[in-house]
């Protein structure tokens, strides 16, 4: 799994114009499921992103947890696309659908994630904070 981890004051996805899901502080994770993931992936990816640090202290350094903000999870197999032939993507690490569905709603249940629809077309809204970036894979 790769997770592209966004710190955000705020973040929603629309889908056909629709808020089909919104949060305020917290992080937009963008995830991608890979063809070898599976629920233990899923869960320790969760564990992951609910575990890290990233948010200012009272001294403005990047040490505190998620705690009481909000995470919003889309689903994102270009996350595995590959240019290293040519400049059309190859997207053949990415799982099937049927397969990284299912691993999709894990992550977001286990991370306690606010959600995107899998598999449609979204317009994602954000606002940085920071900005405070992270790739993260398990």
Do not use: W
């Not at 709603?105 to 940085?128: I, P, S």
């Amino acid at each position: 799994m790769r997770a592209l981890v966004q710190r955000v004051s705020r973040a929603a996805v629309r889908v056909e114009g629709e808020v089909r899901g919104a949060i305020g502080p917290g992080l937009l994770v963008l995830l991608g499921v890979g063809g070898d993931d599976d629920a233990r992936s899923a869960d320790r990816l969760a564990q992951k992103v609910r575990s890290l640090r990233v948010f200012p202290d009272g001294n403005g350094q990047m040490n505190e947890p998620l705690g009481d903000r909000e995470i919003l999870c889309v689903s994102q197999f270009t996350l595995y696309g590959d240019v290293s032939r040519g400049n059309r993507p190859s997207f053949t690490g990415a799982a099937r659908p049927e397969q990284a569905e299912p691993l999709y709603e894990r992550f977001c249940t286990q991370a306690g994630a606010e959600r995107g629809v899998f598999g449609a077309h979204m317009c994602v809204e954000l606002v940085n904070d920071g900005p405070v970036t992270l790739l993260l894979e398990a």
